[in-house]
């Protein structure tokens, strides 16, 4: 990771992972457990900047420790996602392994941001 990332890096990085989501979805089985995982995966793993903007834009420290804790959920969850679609061998790649070390990069800083926030 290297370093602490300022507001605008944060925004770019989780764009940049909702659109890897989204290419990535499409590489899962057309059958009923990929398409299941494709919808759950596709709604965590993309809102995680969705929600991170939102926080962005909080009225108050209240709302945004509020809107940040959703943002820490919502990694996390696309992280079990990953691992299930790892460890069940849908798909094993590199690419999972990337996007599986991405969301667990993702989840550490935002629940050291909600830490942060909550004792502040």
Do not use: H
């Amino acid at each position: 990771m290297g370093g602490k990332l300022d507001k605008q890096q944060l925004l770019n990085r989780t764009k940049i992972f909702a659109l890897e989501i989204i290419n990535f979805v499409s590489l899962l089985p057309n059958n009923n457990v990929g398409n299941i995982i494709s919808r759950q995966i596709l709604k965590s793993g993309t809102s995680i900047g969705a929600n991170y903007r939102a926080a962005c834009r909080a009225k108050s420290k209240d709302d945004f420790r509020y809107k940040i804790k959703i943002v820490e959920e919502e990694a996390d969850e696309t992280l079990y996602w990953l691992q299930l679609i790892f460890e069940s061998k849908i798909l094993t790649d590199v690419l999972v392994e990337k996007l599986i070390k991405e969301a667990d990069e993702l989840t550490a800083i935002f629940t050291s941001i909600s830490k942060t926030s909550r004792n502040s």
